[in-house]
């Protein structure tokens, strides 16, 4: 909704980091011509093709895309200010690069440390603020048009799963079990299987917690991701 504020009309969208491809199905449906560009996604709807490096690049002449969008990507990047600046050259004057990362400085981070689910290490690289992230990608030419700080397909779990990662232990339990379908994780199968069950049975009484925390944090000004419209 935002990049359709910002753009006016529908261009050409390079969903970059697109995953299955979704962002860019949806984005056709709005009368944009969107690509989904994904390195590592397997997935048919996606173009995939084979890097000799870990540098970005993005196969289009200079100022080719209206937008170019990157949902929770930039912190898997070995190089995000090599990225951003190869984003500046693929986008026209005036096209807006959309950055969405989880937010280091948050009352979250700080709250849960290394038990936060955001945290995410080896997967995530880096780790942003909103002054971090708005200031490397000034630096490289942008100016930040607008900023949101909430997601409430996010927020919440991610609060809910990093109390459980206090009660029951830092493995991210819950999250393993919906996002594989399975019984996952580091430590033996006897203690995945029942720390699993405890998780789900603690959730009528922390998920309520998690809910109300989440809305106070984010009244008070704290979300844990944020979006960059640039």
């Known amino acids: ?73 930039i912190e898997h990047l070995r190089d995000p200010r090599d990225a951003i600046r190869e984003f500046h050259r693929a986008l026209r004057p005036g096209g807006v690069l959309v950055l969405a990362t989880q ?3 948050s009352v979250q981070a700080r709250m849960f440390g290394p038990r936060w689910l955001f945290l995410d290490p080896p997967r995530h690289l880096f780790q942003f603020s909103v002054a971090t992230l708005s200031r490397m990608a000034e630096q ?30 830092n493995d991210n339990y819950l999250f393993r079990l919906l996002k594989s379908r399975s019984l996952a994780g580091t430590s033996p199968a006897k203690r995945r299987i029942g720390f699993t069950l405890l998780s789900i049975g603690l959730l009528p009484l922390l998920g309520p917690v998690a809910v109300g925390l989440y809305f106070a944090l984010l009244t008070a000004g704290s979300g844990d991701v944020f979006t960059l419209y640039l």
């Open 1 to 73: 909704f935002r990049l359709r504020q910002l753009m006016k009309k529908p261009g050409r969208l390079l969903d970059f980091g697109a995953g299955t491809g979704h962002f860019a199905t949806f984005m056709r449906s709005q009368r944009w011509s969107a690509v989904a560009f994904d390195p590592f996604s397997s997935a048919p709807a996606v173009t995939a093709p084979a890097q000799a490096d870990d540098r970005v690049a993005v196969d289009c002449p200079e100022g080719h895309y209206d937008a170019i969008t990157l949902w929770y990507v």
């Open 103 to 105: 937010d280091f400085a």
């Open 140 to 169: 490289e030419g942008f100016t930040v048009r607008h900023r949101t700080s909430a997601s409430l397909e996010m927020g919440p779990f991610t609060i809910l799963q990093s109390l459980l990662n206090v009660v029951v232990g």
